[in-house]
């Protein structure tokens, strides 16, 4: 290409008016004397080279022309793709819009839903925690009571036993301290002498009842005989004279005998009561046995002992003491006295004090 651009511009235009200058004679002259100017040689190269440039620089041009025109129709395949990516992101969130909105009204409700459960749950658990307390508190008050009252050991350690098994039910961690201050009441109940407290009152309602039945000892003594002789047939007239002498003899024989009473010395003569006395004698016996009673409901030791000391002298003295039934009661009131009736009971003020305070702490909150 350089050498047909070299060429093109070595051969003259005919068509262009040649100008002459004034030396063209001598430049004519100087080449047909001496060969082809260097500067001209330069000229044709320089515009050989600027030729060349100009020609790479279009194609270049052209080739950048091109790959631009493909680049910017990849362009807007992108951006076509890209603004249907787009819409359809717009379409998508605004269906998930939509959905989050209808998210957002099922959350509400179901929130709304959960503070309703929640206040239902709280009302009935405060119910449940309340019913409980109550029962736990008349559980306890009840064992105090039959501490109190009736001294009745046992009966207190179920009522606790009661109250620590419906706290042991509610499975609450709340409900722990109270179980440790009744099961510290329960170990000192338990830790308590048995006393059979129905078992000595029935002893003594035994005793009371057999007062009335229990023969005196003046009763014991050899009594006449009020039984009258059967009417004696009347003797044949041949036998009048012997058996009228047997009568007599037996008739003196009975006077004998009204005259002399044998007694044993061995052992206290029996008090002697007046007539009329045995009553007194029983009902003030029985007042005695009363007494000892309700000292033992009541846990009174000196009285309840006293009481029966006395009761045990009465009989002894005054009641015949070879009787099965006297011997009975006498036995039973003298291992009645030996027993301790006057055992001191704790109390449960702290189980009751524990209760109180759990409840007035649930009221505060």
């Known amino acids: 290409m350089n050498d047909n651009v070299d060429s093109q511009s070595q051969q003259p235009d005919s068509s262009i008016p040649q100008v002459t200058s004034p030396s063209g004679g001598q430049a004519q002259a100087a080449r047909k004397s001496g060969g082809i100017s260097p500067w001209a040689i330069i000229a044709v190269l320089a515009l050989g080279l600027a030729g060349w440039q100009w020609i790479e620089t279009r194609i270049r041009l052209s080739e950048t022309q091109q790959e631009l025109a493909k680049r910017l129709a990849a362009s807007d395949s992108v951006a076509q793709e890209s603004r249907a990516l787009a819409k359809q992101a717009q379409e998508q969130l605004a269906a998930l819009q939509g959905k989050l909105g209808e998210l957002e009204g099922r959350l509400?409700?179901?929130?709304?839903?959960?503070?309703?459960?929640?206040?239902?749950?709280?009302?009935?658990?405060?119910?449940?925690?309340?019913?409980?307390?109550?029962e736990i508190e008349q559980s306890v008050t009840l064992a105090s009571q039959q501490l109190q009252l009736a001294g009745n050991v046992q009966g207190a350690v179920l009522a606790l036993q009661a109250a620590d098994a419906r706290l042991a039910a509610s499975n609450r961690p709340q409900f722990i301290s109270l179980r440790k201050v009744l099961a510290r009441d329960l170990d000192r109940l338990r830790a308590l002498p048995q006393l059979d407290l129905p078992g000595m009152y029935l002893r003594l309602e035994n005793v009371i009842a057999a007062v009335d039945s229990l023969p005196l000892a003046v009763d014991g003594r050899p009594r006449e005989?009020?039984?009258?002789?059967?009417?004696?047939?009347?003797?044949?007239?041949?036998?009048?004279?012997?058996?009228?002498?047997q009568l007599l003899a037996a008739d003196f024989w009975k006077e004998v005998r009204s005259l002399v009473r044998i007694q044993r010395f061995d052992r206290d003569e029996p008090a002697l009561l007046a007539p009329g006395q045995g009553f007194f004698l029983r009902e003030n016996l029985k007042l005695r046995l009363l007494n000892a009673r309700l000292a033992?409901?009541?846990?009174?030791?000196?009285?309840?002992?006293?009481?029966?000391?006395?009761a045990h002298a009465w009989i002894e003295r005054y009641f015949d003491?070879?009787?099965?039934?006297?011997?009975t009661s006498l036995i039973s009131l003298k291992q009645l006295s030996a027993t301790e009736v006057s055992i001191e009971l704790p109390s449960l003020n702290d189980s009751l004090s524990a209760i109180k305070g759990f409840r007035a702490e649930k009221d505060r909150r």
């Open 108 to 134: 509400a409700e179901s929130k709304s839903q959960q503070e309703v459960l929640e206040g239902l749950y709280q009302k009935l658990a405060r119910n449940n925690e309340e019913t409980a307390l109550a």
């Open 225 to 245: 005989e009020t039984k009258s002789a059967p009417p004696a047939e009347q003797p044949p007239a041949a036998v009048l004279s012997a058996g009228y002498w």
């Open 296 to 310: 033992l409901l009541s846990r009174d030791q000196w009285t309840f002992r006293n009481e029966l000391r006395q």
């Open 321 to 327: 003491g070879r009787e099965k039934a006297v011997q």
